[in-house]
């Protein structure tokens, strides 16, 4: 009984601290870029608000690139800290790692190799760079490829107004870099009473797998850019998802590490669920420090490039950590969104430039906005105004919030039930 210590625990309390250090450096960038920003022209009409349909409040636009900048500082110092003081040690080699692996243990306390006696001997660290942190860096560095790549790409939408075909493009190639990396499985589990039919429980989806990752990332980055409109919105979904993703993560981690040992798959598992929480502990520090600039009423406006960096950073979360198929019962608000919106972003009913809420002088309400040909806008917000009735900008923002709230909440359920569909 009992577990081994280890150096899980460590590198999680390590990139939360790191994080944490992010939050205010975002805390006190966001002014900073925002005056700039300003500075430049780049800022966009608060158009849900008393007095601004003559635009007299510029709004400072792109906010994403504060907290882009900062996630990815974080995760490059955190890359640092991980190959050189927290990869699992072997411990028949310390006395090779010089006097900053004293101070480590003295710090941090002296700890076993994470791998069960059983491992395969390619899985055990060597001395200097070993096999295990070359493989977590080359993943890891995609992580960042990708995440950089995407930060870019959304900022040259907001200076450049990319046009939306194009914008499917992008995320598309900016996937590449984690797709060329992924080492997980590229099979899917059958459910036990479609197992029978199919004759076996495993399906190996090869290419096709690949396929589908590049459309979650797709999706990803452009379901949170057009579930928007709202102060906070954007910024406030991505937070709840952020949160349940890194909830799951912990969950896993801790029935792992009370498993008096470790099978191969459990370390696979493991450490895929700490890649992912790596990414997405500073994902939620940034994005919560946006969102108190972001919320309601909106002092900056996140832009294109925080919507595709956010909507990557989760799909570089969930893909390498391996539970891209839990990940998109997160989205469920914004498939909705998605799929509810197809007639108007396939041009088969028409579309206007923006889709926000119209906005009534006279009582401070929002209501539900129409199309040209008469029809109302097809997607979410839309959708809760007509559901629920005419509101302020503030509500109607919190009632999206809570819906996400209570859809990440049902994909733990759900995950709960299908275990036993499963197994
Ligand atoms: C997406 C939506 C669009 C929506 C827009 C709002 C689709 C296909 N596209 O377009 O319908 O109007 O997001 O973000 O669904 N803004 C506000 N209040 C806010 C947030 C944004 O007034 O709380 C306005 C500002 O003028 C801001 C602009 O929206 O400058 C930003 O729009 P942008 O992100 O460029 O729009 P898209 O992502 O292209
Ligand atoms: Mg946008």
């Not at 199919?198 to 990803?220: A, E, H, P, R, T």
């Not at 990557?312 to 891209?324: D, E, K, Q, T, W």
Request: aromatic share 10%; glycine share 8%; charged share 15%.
């Amino acid at each position: 009984g009992g577990f081994k210590p280890s150096r899980e625990k460590e590198s999680i309390v390590c990139s939360g601290l790191l994080s944490l250090v992010g939050f205010f450096a975002c805390k006190r960038l966001i002014p900073v870029v925002a005056r700039a920003n300003l500075a430049k022209g780049l800022f966009g009409k608060d158009i849900n608000k008393r007095g601004t349909e003559g635009g007299e409040i510029p709004i400072p636009e792109s906010l994403g690139l504060a907290t882009g900048l900062v996630h990815i500082v974080c995760i490059v110092l955190f890359q640092v800290i991980h190959t050189h003081f927290l990869r699992p040690p072997p411990s028949s080699q310390r006395h090779h790692e010089g006097w900053w692996s004293c101070l480590k243990d003295a710090l941090l306390g002296p700890s076993d190799s994470p791998y069960p006696a059983s491992s395969p001997s390619y899985l055990l660290p060597q001395h200097g760079l070993d096999d295990w942190t070359e493989k977590w860096l080359i993943q890891y560095n995609s992580a960042l490829a990708s995440i950089s790549l995407m930060v870019f790409l959304g900022f040259a939408d907001d200076v450049l107004d990319i046009p939306w075909r194009t914008k499917l493009v992008l995320p598309t190639v900016a996937t590449l870099p984690i797709i060329a990396a992924y080492t997980g499985s590229t099979a899917i589990l059958i459910p036990l009473p479609l197992r029978d039919l199919v004759g076996c429980s495993l399906v190996d989806l090869g290419v096709l797998y690949q396929i589908f990752m590049v459309l979650v990332v797709v999706f990803c980055t452009n379901s949170i850019n057009i579930l928007a409109g709202l102060n906070g919105l954007e910024a406030g979904q991505t937070l709840i998802i952020a949160g349940a993703v890194l909830l799951f993560n912990v969950t896993k981690l801790s029935s792992i590490v009370a498993l008096p040992e470790l099978t191969l798959e459990d370390v696979r598992v493991r450490d895929a669920h700490l890649f992912s929480a790596y990414i997405t502990l500073p994902l939620v520090a940034v994005t919560a420090a946006l969102l108190l600039f972001n919320y309601y009423p909106s002092r900056v406006f996140v832009g294109d490039t925080y919507t595709y960096f956010a909507g990557m950073a989760l799909a570089v979360s969930g893909i390498l950590g391996h539970f891209s198929e839990t990940l998109l019962v997160f989205f469920i608000p914004q498939i909705i969104n998605f799929v509810y919106s197809t007639p108007q972003l396939f041009k088969v009913v028409p579309c206007p430039r923006h889709r926000l809420p119209v906005y009534d002088r006279e009582t401070g309400l929002l209501h539900p906005s129409r199309r040209q040909d008469g029809g109302y806008n097809l997607n979410l917000v839309t959708l809760f105004l007509r559901l629920f009735g005419p509101c302020t900008e503030k509500q109607l923002c919190n009632r999206i919030l809570f819906f996400q709230f209570v859809c990440c909440a049902f994909g733990f359920a759900l995950r709960h039930v299908l275990a036993g569909v499963y197994k």
